[in-house]
């Protein structure tokens, strides 16, 4: 029997669309048929290669498509038999429907609140009461409204419990593997572990935010030095969107990284993109994302000039928005 590969996003949403796919899908090749592969978007077209030996099926699921990725689907795409693209991430739109056009590529985009409701949704799944829990649960990982409170607890020992360590492929499968066996995610033990330990650091974070925070235009900007990006990976961006919700303010958070700046931004509006897209369209980097939600990766600078520069862009996208306001 042929293998099948399936490569998501490494985080909540992800994890629950990649259960979804399978139990819906491919359970009869489950475990031994499947490659799982967790990643993030940036990485995505060097972790995809672990599929890429005898395949059946090739699936890519909630991960904003950069051009790489584009590319090694293509590539995927004659030798495979299928591939398979679910997709909500708006800077993945043009990429997607680029790739749809090849015989055997069968994919779905779509602006949706999770990877997880645009399979319901779209894929037409007939959903048991656990499964639409767990796709609400995806809502709200995503920024959606928590309308349920179990649902939101879920959510956030979830987001909590991968944040720690988003590279830890071995635990995104453990989460996986629960879902398939229909078993409560909010009493397991290392899911709760491994949550309280994340909450402690990110209430630390949140605190050293507060202090650090300048103001620009309406926006709160904070920075991070590369030792404080190491103590606090995973929780960055989960940070950014508490931050944002605590102080009702647009946050845009830079830090240093291995090489490299990060910039995550958290908007009430779609400014979020657009800022991201600005910020790689002047430095030649990359971003991605949602309109409320997005980030962008450039070269490596010194934190001030970074500063500088998405100081410069956040004023020049907000002046492009409300051309008559002055600031
Ligand atoms: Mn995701």
């Given at each position: 029997m042929k293998d099948s590969g399936v490569i998501c996003h490494g985080d909540c949403d992800g994890v629950i669309s990649a259960y979804l796919y399978v139990k819906h899908y491919l359970l009869d090749s489950w475990p031994n048929h499947i490659t799982l592969v967790f990643t993030q978007p940036w990485r995505a077209h060097l972790d995809a290669r672990k599929i890429e030996k005898e395949l059946r099926e090739g699936v890519f699921l909630d991960l904003a498509i950069s051009g790489e990725l584009a590319g090694f689907i293509r590539r995927l795409a004659s030798k495979a038999e299928r591939i398979v693209i679910i997709d909500h991430h708006k800077s993945s739109a043009e990429l997607v429907k680029d790739l749809s056009s090849i015989p055997n590529v069968k994919?779905?985009?779509?602006?949706?609140?999770?990877?997880?409701?645009?399979?319901?949704?779209?894929?037409?799944?007939a959903v048991n009461p656990y499964e639409k829990f767990l796709v609400d649960v995806a809502?709200?990982?995503?920024?959606?409204?928590?309308?349920?409170?179990?649902?939101?607890?879920?959510?956030?020992?979830?987001?909590?419990?991968?944040?720690?360590?988003?590279?830890?492929?071995?635990?995104?499968?453990?989460?996986?593997?629960?879902?398939?066996?229909?078993?409560?995610?909010?009493?397991?033990?290392?899911?709760?572990?491994?949550?309280?330990?994340?909450?402690?650091?990110?209430?630390?974070?949140?605190?050293?935010?507060?202090?650090?925070?300048?103001?620009?235009?309406?926006?709160?900007?904070?920075?991070?030095?590369?030792?404080?990006?190491?103590?606090?990976?995973?929780?960055?961006?989960?940070?950014?969107?508490?931050?944002?919700?605590?102080?009702?303010?647009?946050?845009?958070?830079i830090r240093r990284e291995e090489g490299k700046v990060v910039v995550t931004i958290r908007t009430l509006d779609d400014k979020a993109y657009r800022i991201c897209e600005e910020l790689a369209k002047r430095t030649g980097g990359k971003f991605g994302g949602h309109a409320e939600a997005a980030s962008a990766t450039l070269q490596d600078m010194e934190l001030d000039k970074a500063v500088e520069l998405v100081s410069e862009v956040i004023r020049y996208v907000s002046r492009k928005q409300h051309p008559r306001r002055m600031r």
């Open positions: 994919a779905v985009w779509r602006k949706a609140p999770s990877c997880p409701r645009l399979m319901i949704n779209d894929l037409k799944l809502d709200i990982c995503e920024g959606g409204e928590a309308k349920n409170s179990e649902a939101a607890k879920v959510a956030d020992l979830i987001k909590l419990s991968i944040a720690r360590d988003p590279g830890d492929i071995d635990y995104l499968t453990y989460l996986v593997k629960v879902m398939l066996e229909g078993k409560e995610l909010h009493t397991d033990p290392e899911v709760t572990e491994r949550a309280k330990i994340a909450k402690f650091l990110l209430h630390r974070l949140l605190k050293l935010m507060g202090e650090r925070s300048l103001e620009v235009g309406l926006m709160k900007v904070i920075t991070l030095s590369l030792p404080e990006s190491r103590i606090y990976a995973g929780l960055l961006g989960i940070a950014a969107t508490e931050f944002a919700r605590i102080t009702h303010k647009d946050v845009a958070l």
